[in-house]
């Protein structure tokens, strides 16, 4: 009876490997789901991959699948992927062997249905809002009468001639438009590159910048309006400095645009209406002003010259404002002979006293009275100088006598300063020999150096074959370090060939220590170096 345990399993069906089997898999599904439409949300899209593909899944109440878009692919999207947006995707089923898992190739991506489109909108217009780009503090008002008004629009469409048609009426000015499509794939950035192009232009340069911006389109559905919901076309209209007045669609219609805007009108037609004012109104308007001015000049002119003939009414005449300035002057001109001849018998009167005053003898009276107080005031000039003279002499005798004292105590003075002086140096170079290695040399000890002119403080630091210059109380000799075993004598060094020059010591090194009256001295350099001495 034979072991079942040890008998190999007998059957028909045949040995798959894990790669065939895989394969198998892989064709059975993608015959029969070769092309599929599937709708859901998109869940877990963090962008492009660093390849440029972008992974995500598509899930719905009860199921999730996951979803590829190859680089080549992703680029020629009509509508992009988005986190929570349901979508219909349409491509093929396929498995990734490496996973045990099966996928959809998404090639085509469209909007599942108005509310998908309404929820995508919404949300958008919340975060868009949330950024301030929505604001009314940032909105302006338009001029109120523009030389260049700048339209973004359709050039072949029927927007166009209803805004020219209307500015015609109301005000002709020069228009400028930027040809963009209302709708598809590349109305969004179209429209955003000719809002940024307009403000790009420069004031007075070969084509004038525009007073005031309108962007407008005819009505259509909500997916041909979606190109001015873009989140590019929102952010240039809110960056731009030009006013714009958003006429997108008919009045119920609104996109994400209108609320980036400075000013929205409900149709093409009545933004035109916005942007300039009715040119035979302001003309009639000036002309009634201008009549009303005439009219009101008119009436103030003949109010003033009826105050005038009244104030007129009130001055006193000719006659009576001349009447007491005559009657003055006729009174003065009878008194003036008189008082012109007693003036000239005054002055007559003065002139002969003043004669009698100046004859000759008087004069020469006067003279010698001036001479002798001259005579006086020269005395005691005389005998101010002497005096003055004499005190001069006087101070600079006892200047003479103090200098000659202090000479006299100089020479003592600095004589016993400079044996003060003699003393301190004295026992400064006293104390800079006892301090100085040099002393500790002249008793029999050495100083070894490296080549580098460094003192080795230990026989550790000295390595075989190393050259060495020892310095002794009469000179430098030159050594090479040999091998040396405990309790050795290390053989004599034979003289270098060329003995390493002494070290200059400047003036650092002969440096002054401090007073000893102050109880320290200054570091020398050979304490601060603290050699390694060796007994002769």
């Given at each position: ?175 400028i438009v930027w040809p963009v499509r209302v709708q598809g794939d590349t109305c969004g950035p179209e429209v ?19 007073d005031v911006l309108i962007v407008a389109r005819g009505g259509g559905s909500l997916e041909d309006l979606l ?310």
């Open positions: 009876m034979s072991d079942p345990l040890t008998e190999s399993p007998v059957g028909n069906a045949p040995d798959w490997t894990v790669s065939e089997l895989s394969g198998a898999l892989k064709r059975t599904v993608e015959d029969a789901f070769g092309h599929v439409r599937v709708r859901g949300e998109i869940s877990g899209y963090r962008g492009q991959h660093s390849s440029g593909h972008a992974y995500f899944s598509l899930k719905d109440a009860s199921a999730r699948i996951d979803a590829v878009v190859w680089k080549g692919s992703f680029s020629r999207l009509r509508l992009k992927p988005e986190e929570g947006l349901e979508v219909v995707a349409i491509g093929r089923i396929t498995t990734f062997p490496g996973k045990s898992a099966y996928q959809i190739i998404i090639e085509q991506m469209e909007y599942a249905g108005a509310g998908a489109i309404m929820a995508m909108l919404d949300e958008r217009r919340r975060r868009l809002a949330a950024e301030g780009l929505f604001a009314p503090e940032r909105k302006r008002r338009p001029p109120f009468l523009p030389r260049v008004i700048g339209v973004v629009t359709s050039p072949t469409g029927a927007v166009i001639r209803d805004i020219l048609h209307r500015l015609s009426d109301r005000f002709p000015r020069r228009v955003a590159a000719a809002i940024r192009g307009f403000n790009a232009l420069e004031p007075g340069g070969l084509i004038p910048r525009p190109g001015f919901s873009d989140e590019a076309v929102v952010r240039a209209a809110a960056e731009s400095a030009i006013p714009l007045i958003s006429a997108v669609g008919h009045e119920t219609d609104v996109t994400l645009i209108d609320f980036a805007a400075d000013v929205r009108a409900p149709t093409p037609t009545a933004a035109a209406e916005m942007a300039v004012p009715v040119r035979g109104e302001l003309v009639a308007a000036i002309q009634a002003g201008g009549a009303r001015l005439v009219g009101a000049m008119a009436r103030a002119a003949e109010r003033r010259r009826a105050d005038l003939r009244g104030l007129a009414r009130l001055l006193p005449g000719a006659e009576t404002l001349l009447a007491v300035p005559r009657q003055r002057f006729d009174l003065a001109s009878g008194r003036l002979p008189r008082a012109l001849k007693a003036n000239a018998a005054a002055h007559r009167l003065q002139l002969t006293r003043a004669e009698g005053r100046l004859s000759p003898h008087r004069l020469v009276q006067l003279v010698a009275g001036r001479r002798e107080r001259f005579t006086l005031v020269a005395g005691r000039l005389d005998a101010a100088l002497r005096a003055n003279a004499n005190a001069h002499r006087e101070r600079i005798h006892r200047a003479r006598e103090r200098f000659e004292g202090q000479h006299a105590r100089l020479g003592p003075a600095w004589r016993r300063a400079l044996a003060e002086r003699g003393r301190r140096l004295d026992a400064i170079g006293k104390l800079m020999g006892a301090l100085s290695y040099r002393g500790v040399l002249a008793r029999g000890f050495a100083l070894v150096r490296d080549a580098d002119g460094q003192p080795l403080r230990s026989a550790a630091a000295i390595a075989s074959g190393q050259r060495l210059d020892i310095e002794f109380a009469d000179g430098h000799v030159g050594a090479v370090a040999g091998e040396a075993g405990p309790g050795t004598v290390p053989p004599v060094a034979a003289p270098l060939a060329d003995p390493p020059p002494k070290r200059a010591r400047g003036p650092r090194a002969r440096a002054e220590p401090k007073d000893k009256t102050k109880g320290k001295a200054k570091d020398l350099p050979a304490a601060r170096a603290q050699p390694t001495l060796f007994d002769d």
